[in-house]
């Protein structure tokens, strides 16, 4: 990457992977193609205009010439861009190229009479954008010098003057003194539009090239934290796979111990073992949540385990699998199924995971005796499942941190004492692998609607 901002212009090449600035000399480059067809209509239209309606004699077809080449030259130029090598080099040709034409321009109006001297002054500050400074003034100079050599084949008569009379009643190409003031207006504007021109556009390029590193160094640190999350993601993940075993063989040893399998144990043992097994089963639903969550995270979606899955199904089979739970709060849940049979592609035991963990949490968070409503819509780019529950609602505060990890509403928690504050962030995670979203409405005490869209 350029550092100098002098020198940015040399390092344009061609290559698969742009940097910023080479973008931005190709973008420049096809506005200056697009500005010379409007040049180009504009001689066109202005000689045709000059001579018909303000009746003003010009050298008609020389000047239609120049523009047909003019034109000829845009095309090649439309055409090549796409295959250019070097951007700096097309872009010297093409500014040398409009200095030529210029130049035949200015001797078919006049030659160092003529107003169209004046436009050199456009491509004077088109090199200072597009070239590095030491070009700009490069081109500056083989403009003066075409110029120059142009007044003096004039004034030697070694080329024929063209005299726009009605313009010029006197000719003055052939005076000394007028030729060195023209001259000289020309050399010192031209240099000091340079100098403005490169030093503004050196200030921006600096600032851009400052812009440019920091946002290097954002990205950078960005992956290198993503890599560090992943390592952590994975560091959890084998900690509690490992934790699993142990914990589930500690729970069958108690319920073993409880079921009287070591003999008689007093009851006062009993009440322990059971609280201790109940305690082990919380750590099981963490560990088991945790494992969702990271593997969630660390996964990528395996194209071979994504199948069509009929959404209507999979939420009756995960009310099934929820229904003794429900039952046992006197809860009733009701489907509104779409008519149609619509399918989703997706990992089947994901699915499953979002929607048990959204009627889970419904149901646990429902007041007793009362009503869970399903409902699933179709639109033309989406999917959404709708979960409803009629319960302890969720506050504004809470609404915007429910979905960060571990985190529990302090209802939740009075209202009910199991939760690992992870089951959300599980369903998120998910609905993001899926390019999918998971909203929530809700008001405290009341009632609760999760809203889980996937594309279609
Ligand atoms: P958990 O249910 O284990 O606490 P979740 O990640 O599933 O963890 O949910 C996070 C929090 O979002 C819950 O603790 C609760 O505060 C809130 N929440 C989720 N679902 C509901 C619901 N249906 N009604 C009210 N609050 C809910």
Request: aromatic share 10%; net charge positive; no cysteine.
């Given at each position: 990457m350029p550092q100098n901002a002098n020198s940015h212009a040399k390092h344009y090449t061609h290559t698969p992977g742009k940097t910023s600035l080479e973008k931005e000399l190709i973008e420049s480059l096809s506005r200056f193609i697009t500005f010379r067809w409007i040049m180009a209509g504009g001689i066109g239209t202005t000689v045709l205009f000059v001579t018909f309606a303000l009746s003003i004699t010009l050298p008609l077809q020389s000047i239609l010439i120049t523009t047909l080449c003019i034109l000829i030259f845009n095309f090649f130029c439309t055409s090549y861009q796409k295959h250019v090598k070097s951007y700096e080099t097309f872009a010297n040709l093409q500014i040398s190229a409009d200095w030529l034409a210029l130049v035949f321009l200015a001797h078919y109006t006049g030659g160092i009479e003529s107003p169209v001297i004046c436009?050199?002054?456009?491509?004077?500050?088109?090199?200072?954008?597009?070239?590095?400074?030491k070009k700009c003034y490069l081109q500056t100079t083989f403009a003066l010098l075409l110029i120059l050599i142009l007044?003096?084949?004039?004034?030697?008569?070694i080329i024929p003057h063209v005299q726009v009379k009605e313009l010029f009643?006197?000719?003055?190409?052939?005076?000394?003194?007028?030729?060195?003031a023209v001259l000289f207006f020309c050399v010192t504007s031209f240099y000091i539009s340079a100098y403005l021109a490169t030093s503004v556009n050196n200030r921006l390029r600096k600032r851009e090239n400052e812009v440019v590193a920091l946002k290097d160094s954002v990205t950078e640190a960005y992956n290198r934290l993503e890599a560090l999350d992943r390592e952590k993601s994975e560091f959890t993940f084998?900690?509690?796979?490992?934790?699993?075993?142990?914990?589930?063989?500690?729970q069958s040893l108690l319920k073993s111990i409880e079921e009287g399998y070591a003999g008689e144990i007093p009851q006062k043992a009993r009440n322990l073992i059971l609280r201790s097994e109940k305690r082990t089963g919380l750590l099981i639903a963490?560990?088991?949540?945790?494992?969702?969550?990271?593997?969630?995270?660390?996964?990528?979606?395996?194209e071979g385990e994504i199948k069509h899955i009929n959404i209507n199904e999979a939420i009756n089979n995960s009310i099934q699998l929820l229904q003794e739970k429900a039952k046992a709060k006197e809860i009733k849940i009701a489907f509104e199924?779409?008519?149609?049979?619509?399918?989703?592609?997706?990992?089947?035991?994901?699915?499953?995971?979002?929607?048990?963990?959204?009627?889970?949490?419904?149901?646990?968070?429902s007041k007793k005796a009362s009503s869970i409503l399903i409902r699933s819509v179709v639109t033309e780019k989406t999917v959404t499942m709708e979960i409803s529950d009629i319960g302890i609602g969720i506050g504004e505060e809470d609404i915007k941190r429910i979905f960060e990890e571990f985190y529990r509403a302090d209802n939740a928690k009075e209202f009910e004492l199991e939760g690992t504050g992870l089951g959300l962030s599980i369903v998120k995670n998910l609905m993001n692998r899926?390019?999918?979203?998971?909203?929530?409405?809700?008001?405290?005490g009341e009632k609760t609607t999760f809203f889980v869209s996937f594309p279609v």
């Open positions: 436009y050199f002054i456009f491509h004077v500050i088109i090199s200072a954008i597009l070239l590095s400074k007044s003096m084949l004039e004034y030697f008569h009643p006197t000719p003055s190409y052939d005076k000394s003194l007028y030729l060195v084998k900690v509690t796979h490992e934790l699993r075993s142990p914990l589930s063989a500690i963490l560990v088991n949540d945790l494992l969702d969550l990271v593997s969630g995270k660390i996964g990528t979606i395996r199924s779409m008519q149609k049979p619509v399918f989703i592609r997706v990992i089947p035991e994901d699915l499953d995971l979002i929607l048990t963990n959204l009627i889970d949490n419904a149901i646990k968070y899926y390019k999918g979203s998971i909203t929530v409405q809700s008001k405290l």
